[in-house]
C-alpha cells in the first residue's frame, strides 16, 4: 500500500506534528488551568435566557468564592476560642490565597449605610411601623421611643430625639440586620449550638472553586492555618463549609483514581501483553500507538476547547480500550502470518476507525458541551492511534518471522469455542435474565447523586448551614421589569406573600433589595403616613410633654417633618453604592436595553413543598419567576441523557448504513453483538437494581465504539484464530483499561465502568458463541494454506 | 447601691444593632489614655463594693441628649443580688421594668414583656448584662476582658473609669465614670456619638 519513501515521508511529517503536540501541551501545562473539575461545565447554559444566566451567575459567585469557618469549643469549656480562631483567620490572611478574611462585621459599610439613610427617615418604614401609623395608631411607637429614653442608657440614636422623635430610622436600620444565625458582639462574629460556641471567620478569593489552582491554594492554606488548634489539645474544634471544599476533594478523588486504576490497567495490559506475545517490541509498539493517539487528543481538545474536563479525562481513559484494537491486529496478524501484515489488516482497521469516529463524530453535534468534549477527545484519539499504526509500525520489525506455534490463548480459545453448545446456553440464560430485568430500568438525573463528597465534609457542611442559617444559592426568585421602579414595586407585592411563608415557619428568611430600598410610590406613601400622623396632632407634642421637654420642641420636631423635601432613593443612583456593597447579589440592574432584574435570595425552606408554593407565588405576580439551580441542572442531566439515547440510537443508524455498503445482508452480525450486548446491560444493571444515569449512556458509546471493532475484525478476518486472539486481547485490555472503574467511589467514573465492563464483555461472548464456529476446526496448517491461496 | 451597669446593658444590647445602625454617626473622639492602674489596686475596691450581698435604693436619671435644651429626666428604683440579678424599674414619667441577668434581659411595660434580649438572639446583649453584674459583684476580670481600667480615691470616696477596649464597644461608648464609697454612688455614660446619661443612686438599704 505504501512504497518505502512515500512510507518514510509520511511518518517522518507525522512525528513533526506530534512535535508540535507534545511543544503545545508542554507550554499549556506551564501556564496551568488545564483541567476543570465542575460537573456543571458540561452542561449547557441554562434555559437559553440571558438574563436568567447572568441572575444565577451572580447569586453563586457570592457563594461559591466563599469559605466559612466556625472555630468552637464546648460551652463548659474554660478555653475560649476567640484567640484561636484570631490567629487562625491571620494565617488564612497572610497566605495570600484568599482577597479578603473577616472575623467582624465591617463597620465602614454600616457607617455608609446609616449616612445614606439618615436624609430619607420619614419615608423609609418597616412593616410594623407603617402598620402602626396607618391604623392611626402610634402609640406603641410612643411608647418604645419613651422606654428607650428612660431607661438607662438605652439605644444610641442614629440622629437626634427632635429630629426623629419616634426612632423611625432606628427601626428601619433594626430590621436590615438578619436575625438567628450568625451575631456581631464585641469580640467578633459568633454563632452558638446547644453545646458548642464558635467564632465565625469568612474568608473569600477571587477565581473559580472549580479551578484546580485556586482549590489547591486554598486548601494549602487551610491545612497550614489549622495548624493552630494542634496546640489546642483537641478541645477547639474546626468546622468548614464552601463549595472550593467540595470541588477539591472530588477532583482529587477523581484525579486519582483515574491514575490508581489507570496504572494499575495499564499494568495489567502490559503483563497480557507480554504473556502473549512475549516480545518486548509487543508492548512497546500498543503503547507507542495509544500515547500519540492520547497526545493528539489532549493537544486538540485544549486547541478547543481552552480546558479539559476531569470527566472527558476519565472517558478518554476508556479510549486506551478501543484505540489499542489497531495495534492488538496488526500485531497478532504478525505474529501468526509474519511479513507485511499492514496491508492485510488495513481494510478492517479503515473501517473500523471510520466507523468509530463517525459514532463519535455524531456526539460532537449535539447542543451539550460535555459530550462535545468528548466526541472531539475520542475521534482525534483514535486517530492519532491509527495513524501510527498505519506509518510506524511497518517501520519497525518488518521481517519477523511467523510463529511456529499456536499461543496458549489461541489454544484455549479453540477449547472454548469447541464448547459452543454449552456457552450458548449461558448465553440464553443471561438473554433472559436481562429480558426480566429491562423493563425494570429506571433513570434517575438528580445532581447530588452525582456529587462525591466525603460523608464528613458534608456533615460539617450541613453544620455550618443551619447554624449560621445561611443560604445556599441555588434558589431564588427572579424579578424583571421595563424599569427599576417597576421591578422595586413587583417585589414589594411578592414579598407580602412570602412574609407569610416565613411567619408561616415555612421559609426561614429572604433578601429583596427593597428591604434596603422601597420603590418611590412606597416612599411617597410612607412620607404623606408620617407627614399625616405626625406633623400635626397631638402625638409630638405629648411625648415631649411627658419627658419634660419644651413645646418649641415638638413644634421644631413637627415643622422640620413637613419640611422634609421630596426625594427619592433609587438602587441606580450613586448614592446608594453602600447597599449594593453590602448585598451585592440582589440587585442585576439593566441588564439589557429594555429589561432592569433583581434577585430576592432565599433562606432554608421548611418544608418538601415549599419549592411548589414559591413557584406558586411567582407565577401569581408578573415579571417574577422562581428559579431552581438544582432542580434546573437535573432537569439538564435529564435532558442531556435523552440528548444522548437519541444520538446513540443515530450513531447505530449511521454505522449500519455505512456496514451495508460492505457487508449487506450480513450486517447485522457485525453491529448485533454491541447492541444486543449494551441491551443485555442495561437488563442486567436494572435487574440488579441499579438506577441509570446520563453517564451509563456514555459507557453504551464506548460499548459501540469497541463493539463494532469487534464485529469488523472478526468478519474481515473470516473468523480466523489470529483476528479471534486480537479481539480476545482487546476485549480484556477494554475491561481492564475502563471497567476498573467500576470500582471508583466517584460517581460519574462508577457509572461508567459498572457500563462497559459488562458491556464488553457480553459483545465478545456474543460475537464468539455466533462466529466461532470455524475456529474450533481450524488449525494452523489449513490456515496458512488460506493465506497462500488468497495470496495467489 | 449603683446602677451603673444597666446603663451599660441597654446601651450595649443597643450596640449590637449597632453593628448596623451606629457606626456611622460617631467619630470617637480620640481618648487621653487613662494611667492604667494594677488590678492590686482596683481590687480592694470592687471587694469593698461586692461586700454588700442584697441592695435596693432608689436612683435618678438625667439624659443629655444632642440637640435638646433640656436634659431628660427619669427616677425609680432598683434592687441587686447576686442570686436574682438587677431589677430597674422606671417610675417616672411612664413605669417600665428592666429585669437583668447574667442570661440576659428582659424589659416589660404593664406587665407585657416588650423586649427579650437573650443569648440566642442577642449575644452581645449578655455580654452587657455580664459586665453590668460585674460592677455589682465586683467581678475585676470580667471588666478587664472589656474595658481599660483607671482609678483613683479610697474606699471612703473613689472613681472608676472604664474606657472600652473592643471597637464595636468603643464606637458606642466613649468612656464610663462610676462613683462610690461604701455603695455606688453615680455613673455616667459618655456615649460616643455626644450624648450623656449620669444616674445617682441613693441605697436606702442593704442586707
Same mark, same amino acid.
Given at each position: 500500500?505504501?512504497?518505502?519513501?512515500?512510507?518514510?515521508?509520511?511518518?517522518?511529517?507525522?512525528?513533526?506534528?506530534?512535535?508540535?503536540?507534545?511543544?503545545?501541551?508542554?507550554?499549556?501545562?506551564?501556564?496551568?488551568?488545564?483541567?476543570?473539575?465542575?460537573?456543571?461545565?458540561?452542561?449547557?447554559?441554562?434555559?437559553?435566557?440571558?438574563?436568567?444566566?447572568?441572575?444565577?451567575?451572580?447569586?453563586?459567585?457570592?457563594?461559591?468564592?466563599?469559605?466559612?469557618?466556625?472555630?468552637?469549643?464546648?460551652?463548659?469549656?474554660?478555653?475560649?476560642?476567640?484567640?484561636?480562631?484570631?490567629?487562625?483567620?491571620?494565617?488564612?490572611? @497572610?497566605?495570600?490565597?484568599?482577597?479578603?478574611?473577616?472575623?467582624?462585621?465591617?463597620?465602614?459599610? &454600616?457607617?455608609?449605610?446609616?449616612?445614606?439613610?439618615?436624609?430619607?427617615?420619614?419615608?423609609?418604614?418597616?412593616?410594623?411601623?407603617?402598620?402602626?401609623?396607618?391604623?392611626?395608631?402610634?402609640?406603641?411607637?410612643?411608647?418604645?421611643?419613651?422606654?428607650?429614653?428612660?431607661?438607662?442608657?438605652?439605644?444610641?440614636?442614629?440622629?437626634?430625639?427632635?429630629?426623629?422623635?419616634?426612632?423611625?430610622?432606628?427601626?428601619?436600620?433594626?430590621?436590615?440586620?438578619?436575625?438567628?444565625?450568625?451575631?456581631?458582639?464585641?469580640?467578633?462574629?459568633?454563632?452558638?449550638?446547644?453545646?458548642?460556641?464558635?467564632?465565625?471567620?469568612?474568608?473569600?478569593?477571587?477565581?473559580?472553586?472549580?479551578?484546580?489552582?485556586?482549590?489547591?491554594?486554598?486548601?494549602?492554606?487551610?491545612?497550614?492555618?489549622?495548624?493552630?488548634?494542634?496546640?489546642?489539645?483537641?478541645?477547639?474544634?474546626?468546622?468548614?463549609?464552601?463549595?472550593?471544599?467540595?470541588?477539591?476533594?472530588?477532583?482529587?478523588?477523581?484525579?486519582?483514581?483515574?491514575?490508581?486504576?489507570?496504572?494499575?490497567?495499564?499494568?495489567?495490559?502490559?503483563?497480557?501483553?507480554?504473556?502473549?506475545?512475549?516480545?518486548?517490541?509487543?508492548?512497546?509498539?500498543?503503547?507507542?500507538?495509544?500515547?500519540?493517539?492520547?497526545?493528539?487528543?489532549?493537544?486538540?481538545?485544549?486547541?478547543?476547547?481552552?480546558?479539559?474536563?476531569?470527566?472527558?479525562?476519565?472517558?478518554?481513559?476508556?479510549?486506551?480500550?478501543?484505540?489499542?484494537?489497531?495495534?492488538?491486529?496488526?500485531?497478532?496478524?504478525?505474529?501468526?502470518?509474519?511479513?507485511? @501484515?499492514?496491508?492485510?489488516?488495513?481494510?478492517?482497521?479503515?473501517?473500523?476507525?471510520?466507523?468509530?469516529?463517525?459514532?463519535?463524530?455524531?456526539?460532537?453535534?449535539?447542543?451539550?458541551?460535555?459530550?462535545?468534549?468528548?466526541?472531539?477527545?475520542?475521534?482525534?484519539?483514535?486517530?492519532?492511534?491509527?495513524?501510527?499504526?498505519?506509518?510506524?509500525?511497518?517501520?519497525?520489525?518488518?521481517?519477523?518471522?511467523?510463529?511456529? &506455534?499456536?499461543?496458549?490463548?489461541?489454544?484455549?480459545?479453540?477449547?472454548?469455542?469447541?464448547?459452543?453448545?454449552?456457552?450458548?446456553?449461558?448465553?440464553?440464560?443471561?438473554?433472559?435474565?436481562?429480558?426480566?430485568?429491562?423493563?425494570?430500568?429506571?433513570?434517575?438525573?438528580?445532581?447530588?447523586?452525582?456529587?462525591?463528597?466525603?460523608?464528613?465534609?458534608?456533615?460539617?457542611?450541613?453544620?455550618?448551614?443551619?447554624?449560621?442559617? @445561611?443560604?445556599?444559592?441555588?434558589?431564588?426568585?427572579?424579578?424583571?421589569?421595563?424599569?427599576? &421602579? &417597576?421591578?422595586?414595586?413587583?417585589?414589594?407585592?411578592?414579598?407580602?406573600?412570602?412574609?407569610?411563608?416565613?411567619?408561616?415557619?415555612?421559609?426561614?428568611?429572604?433578601?429583596?433589595?427593597?428591604?434596603?430600598?422601597?420603590?418611590?410610590?412606597?416612599?411617597?406613601?410612607?412620607?404623606?403616613?408620617?407627614?399625616?400622623?405626625?406633623?400635626?396632632?397631638?402625638?409630638?407634642?405629648?411625648?415631649?410633654?411627658?419627658?419634660?421637654?419644651?413645646?418649641?420642641?415638638?413644634?421644631?420636631?413637627?415643622?422640620?417633618?413637613?419640611?422634609?423635601?421630596?426625594?427619592?432613593?433609587?438602587?441606580?443612583?450613586?448614592?446608594?453604592?453602600?447597599?449594593?456593597?453590602?448585598?451585592?447579589?440582589?440587585?442585576?440592574?439593566?441588564?439589557?436595553?429594555?429589561?432592569?432584574?433583581?434577585?430576592?435570595?432565599?433562606?432554608?425552606?421548611? @418544608?418538601?413543598?415549599?419549592?411548589?408554593?414559591?413557584?406558586?407565588?411567582?407565577?401569581?405576580?408578573?415579571?417574577?419567576?422562581?428559579?431552581?439551580?438544582?432542580?434546573?441542572?437535573?432537569?439538564?442531566?435529564?435532558?442531556?441523557?435523552?440528548?444522548?439515547?437519541?444520538?446513540?440510537?443515530?450513531?447505530?443508524?449511521?454505522?449500519?448504513?455505512?456496514?451495508?455498503?460492505?457487508?449487506?445482508?450480513?450486517?447485522?452480525?457485525?453491529?448485533?453483538?454491541?447492541?444486543?450486548?449494551?441491551?443485555?446491560?442495561?437488563?442486567?444493571?436494572?435487574?440488579?437494581?441499579?438506577?441509570?444515569?446520563?453517564?451509563?449512556?456514555?459507557?453504551?458509546?464506548?460499548?459501540?465504539?469497541?463493539?463494532?471493532?469487534?464485529?469488523?475484525?472478526?468478519?474481515?478476518?473470516?473468523?480466523?484464530?489470529?483476528?479471534?486472539?486480537?479481539?480476545?486481547?482487546?476485549?480484556?485490555?477494554?475491561?481492564?483499561?475502563?471497567?476498573?472503574?467500576?470500582?471508583?467511589?466517584?460517581?460519574?467514573?462508577?457509572?461508567?465502568?459498572?457500563?462497559?465492563?459488562?458491556?464488553?464483555?457480553?459483545?465478545?461472548?456474543?460475537?464468539?458463541?455466533?462466529?466461532?464456529?470455524?475456529?474450533?476446526?481450524?488449525?494452523?496448517?489449513?490456515?496458512?494454506?488460506?493465506?497462500?491461496?488468497?495470496?495467489? | 447601691?449603683?446602677?451603673?451597669?444597666?446603663?451599660?446593658?441597654?446601651?450595649?444590647?443597643?450596640?449590637?444593632?449597632?453593628?448596623?445602625?451606629?457606626?456611622?454617626?460617631?467619630?470617637?473622639?480620640?481618648?487621653?489614655?487613662?494611667?492604667?492602674?494594677?488590678?492590686?489596686?482596683?481590687?480592694?475596691?470592687?471587694?469593698?463594693?461586692?461586700?454588700?450581698?442584697?441592695?435596693?435604693?432608689?436612683?435618678?436619671?438625667?439624659?443629655?441628649?444632642?440637640?435638646?435644651?433640656?436634659?431628660?429626666?427619669?427616677?425609680?428604683?432598683?434592687?441587686?443580688?447576686?442570686?436574682?440579678?438587677?431589677?430597674?424599674?422606671?417610675?417616672?414619667?411612664?413605669?417600665?421594668?428592666?429585669?437583668?441577668?447574667?442570661?440576659?434581659?428582659?424589659?416589660?411595660?404593664?406587665?407585657?414583656?416588650?423586649?427579650?434580649?437573650?443569648?440566642?438572639?442577642?449575644?452581645?446583649?449578655?455580654?452587657?448584662?455580664?459586665?453590668?453584674?460585674?460592677?455589682?459583684?465586683?467581678?475585676?476580670?470580667?471588666?478587664?476582658?472589656?474595658?481599660?481600667?483607671?482609678?483613683?480615691?479610697?474606699?471612703?470616696?473613689?472613681?472608676?473609669?472604664?474606657?472600652?477596649?473592643?471597637?464595636?464597644?468603643?464606637?458606642?461608648?466613649?468612656?464610663?465614670?462610676?462613683?462610690?464609697?461604701?455603695?455606688?454612688?453615680?455613673?455616667?455614660?459618655?456615649?460616643?456619638?455626644?450624648?450623656?446619661?449620669?444616674?445617682?443612686?441613693?441605697?436606702?438599704?442593704?442586707?
Amino acid at each position: 500500500m505504501f512504497n518505502d519513501v512515500r512510507g518514510r515521508r509520511s511518518a517522518v511529517v507525522w512525528a513533526l506534528l506530534l512535535g508540535a503536540c507534545v511543544v503545545f501541551l508542554t507550554m499549556r501545562f506551564s501556564e496551568g488551568r488545564v483541567f476543570d473539575t465542575s460537573i456543571l461545565a458540561l452542561l449547557p447554559d441554562s434555559q437559553h435566557d440571558p438574563v436568567a444566566e447572568l441572575a444565577t451567575i451572580t447569586v453563586q459567585d457570592r457563594f461559591a468564592s466563599q469559605a466559612l469557618f466556625l472555630v468552637g469549643s464546648p460551652k463548659g469549656s474554660k478555653t475560649d476560642p476567640g484567640p484561636i480562631a484570631d490567629e487562625f483567620a491571620g494565617q488564612l490572611r @497572610a497566605s495570600g490565597a484568599f482577597s479578603g478574611v473577616t472575623t467582624e462585621l465591617d463597620p465602614e459599610v &454600616q457607617s455608609r449605610l446609616a449616612d445614606l439613610y439618615r436624609p430619607y427617615r420619614y419615608q423609609l418604614l418597616t412593616a410594623e411601623v407603617r402598620r402602626h401609623l396607618s391604623v392611626g395608631d402610634p402609640k406603641p411607637l410612643v411608647d418604645e421611643a419613651l422606654r428607650q429614653i428612660v431607661s438607662p442608657g438605652g439605644s444610641p440614636r442614629a440622629v437626634s430625639l427632635p429630629e426623629d422623635p419616634l426612632n423611625l430610622l432606628g427601626h428601619w436600620l433594626r430590621n436590615l440586620q438578619p436575625r438567628g444565625g450568625i451575631q456581631a458582639t464585641g469580640s467578633g462574629l459568633v454563632v452558638e449550638s446547644d453545646d458548642y460556641r464558635y467564632r465565625v471567620v469568612m474568608a473569600a478569593f477571587d477565581g473559580s472553586p472549580f479551578g484546580m489552582d485556586r482549590q489547591q491554594a486554598v486548601l494549602a492554606a487551610v491545612a497550614r492555618a489549622s495548624a493552630v488548634l494542634d496546640s489546642t489539645g483537641g478541645e477547639i474544634v474546626l468546622l468548614r463549609s464552601g463549595v472550593v471544599f467540595h470541588a477539591a476533594a472530588g477532583a482529587e478523588q477523581a484525579k486519582s483514581e483515574i491514575s490508581t486504576i489507570g496504572a494499575g490497567s495499564l499494568l495489567a495490559i502490559a503483563l497480557l501483553l507480554l504473556w502473549h506475545f512475549r516480545a518486548v517490541a509487543s508492548l512497546v509498539l500498543p503503547l507507542v500507538s495509544i500515547g500519540t493517539g492520547m497526545l493528539l487528543a489532549l493537544a486538540v481538545s485544549l486547541a478547543f476547547f481552552g480546558q479539559i474536563h476531569i470527566v472527558t479525562l476519565a472517558f478518554g481513559a476508556g479510549l486506551v480500550g478501543v484505540s489499542i484494537d489497531y495495534s492488538l491486529h496488526y500485531l497478532c496478524y504478525r505474529r501468526q502470518f509474519g511479513g507485511n @501484515a499492514l496491508t492485510e489488516i488495513l481494510p478492517g482497521i479503515a473501517l473500523g476507525l471510520m466507523s468509530s469516529v463517525l459514532a463519535y463524530a455524531a456526539q460532537a453535534f449535539t447542543p451539550f458541551p460535555g459530550l462535545q468534549q468528548m466526541a472531539l477527545f475520542s475521534a482525534t484519539g483514535l486517530v492519532g492511534a491509527w495513524v501510527t499504526v498505519v506509518l510506524w509500525f511497518p517501520l519497525v520489525g518488518a521481517r519477523s518471522t511467523p510463529a511456529s &506455534q499456536a499461543t496458549p490463548l489461541g489454544q484455549g480459545l479453540r477449547r472454548l469455542a469447541q464448547a459452543r453448545t454449552l456457552l450458548a446456553a449461558v448465553l440464553g440464560v443471561l438473554v433472559l435474565l436481562a429480558a426480566i430485568g429491562l423493563p425494570q430500568l429506571r433513570f434517575h438525573d438528580d445532581l447530588r447523586a452525582l456529587s462525591s463528597s466525603p460523608p464528613d465534609l458534608l456533615a460539617q457542611e450541613e453544620k455550618v448551614r443551619a447554624l449560621s442559617r @445561611a443560604s445556599g444559592g441555588a434558589q431564588f426568585l427572579l424579578v424583571q421589569g421595563q424599569e427599576a &421602579q &417597576q421591578v422595586l414595586e413587583a417585589e414589594e407585592a411578592v414579598r407580602q406573600e412570602l412574609d407569610g411563608l416565613v411567619a408561616d415557619g415555612h421559609l426561614e428568611s429572604y433578601q429583596a433589595i427593597s428591604q434596603f430600598i422601597p420603590s418611590v410610590r412606597r416612599q411617597q406613601h410612607n412620607l404623606e403616613l408620617v407627614q399625616t400622623q405626625l406633623a400635626s396632632g397631638d402625638v409630638l407634642p405629648e411625648f415631649f410633654a411627658l419627658l419634660g421637654a419644651s413645646s418649641t420642641t415638638a413644634q421644631r420636631s413637627q415643622a422640620r417633618i413637613q419640611a422634609q423635601p421630596r426625594g427619592w432613593l433609587a438602587p441606580d443612583a450613586a448614592e446608594a453604592a453602600p447597599v449594593h456593597e453590602l448585598v451585592p447579589h440582589l440587585w442585576l440592574g439593566q441588564v439589557d436595553d429594555n429589561t432592569v432584574a433583581s434577585v430576592i435570595s432565599l433562606g432554608a425552606m421548611g @418544608a418538601a413543598s415549599v419549592p411548589e408554593q414559591l413557584a406558586g407565588i411567582a407565577a401569581g405576580q408578573s415579571g417574577v419567576r422562581y428559579i431552581d439551580r438544582a432542580a434546573e441542572i437535573s432537569g439538564l442531566l435529564t435532558g442531556y441523557r435523552e440528548t444522548v439515547t437519541q444520538w446513540l440510537l443515530l450513531a447505530y443508524g449511521i454505522v449500519v448504513l455505512l456496514l451495508a455498503c460492505r457487508y449487506r445482508g450480513s450486517t447485522w452480525r457485525v453491529v448485533g453483538p454491541a447492541l444486543a450486548a449494551t441491551l443485555m446491560t442495561f437488563g442486567l444493571l436494572a435487574l440488579f437494581g441499579q438506577v441509570m444515569n446520563l453517564f451509563n449512556l456514555l459507557a453504551a458509546l464506548l460499548i459501540l465504539g469497541v463493539g463494532l471493532d469487534m464485529g469488523i475484525f472478526s468478519r474481515e478476518s473470516r473468523h480466523r484464530s489470529h483476528a479471534w486472539e486480537a479481539i480476545t486481547l482487546s476485549a480484556i485490555t477494554s475491561a481492564l483499561a475502563f471497567g476498573l472503574l467500576a470500582l471508583s467511589d466517584t460517581p460519574v467514573l462508577h457509572h461508567f465502568g459498572i457500563t462497559v465492563l459488562p458491556g464488553i464483555f457480553l459483545t465478545w461472548f456474543l460475537a464468539f458463541v455466533a462466529g466461532s464456529g470455524s475456529l474450533a476446526t481450524e488449525n494452523t496448517t489449513t490456515e496458512v494454506l488460506i493465506r497462500g491461496s488468497r495470496k495467489a | 447601691m449603683l446602677k451603673p451597669s444597666a446603663t451599660l446593658g441597654v446601651s450595649y444590647l443597643a450596640s449590637r444593632l449597632a453593628a448596623w445602625v451606629l457606626a456611622g454617626l460617631m467619630v470617637a473622639p480620640a481618648l487621653q489614655a487613662a494611667s492604667e492602674v494594677s488590678g492590686a489596686d482596683l481590687e480592694p475596691l470592687l471587694e469593698h463594693i461586692s461586700a454588700a450581698g442584697t441592695v435596693e435604693g432608689e436612683f435618678r436619671q438625667q439624659k443629655m441628649l444632642q440637640d435638646m435644651e433640656s436634659s431628660l429626666d427619669s427616677r425609680g428604683s432598683f434592687t441587686f443580688s447576686a442570686d436574682s440579678g438587677l431589677q430597674w424599674r422606671v417610675e417616672e414619667p411612664i413605669s417600665t421594668q428592666l429585669h437583668v441577668t447574667a442570661e440576659g434581659m428582659v424589659q416589660t411595660q404593664g406587665g407585657t414583656e416588650v423586649l427579650r434580649l437573650d443569648a440566642a438572639e442577642a449575644p452581645l446583649a449578655v455580654t452587657v448584662s455580664q459586665i453590668l453584674l460585674a460592677v455589682f459583684a465586683g467581678d475585676y476580670q470580667t471588666l478587664e476582658a472589656h474595658f481599660e481600667l483607671a482609678a483613683h480615691g479610697d474606699t471612703d470616696g473613689w472613681t472608676l473609669i472604664l474606657v472600652p477596649e473592643t471597637e464595636v464597644i468603643a464606637r458606642v461608648v466613649q468612656r464610663i465614670t462610676v462613683e462610690g464609697g461604701d455603695y455606688l454612688t453615680g455613673l455616667l455614660l459618655e456615649e460616643a456619638n455626644g450624648d450623656s446619661t449620669r444616674v445617682q443612686l441613693h441605697s436606702t438599704s442593704s442586707r
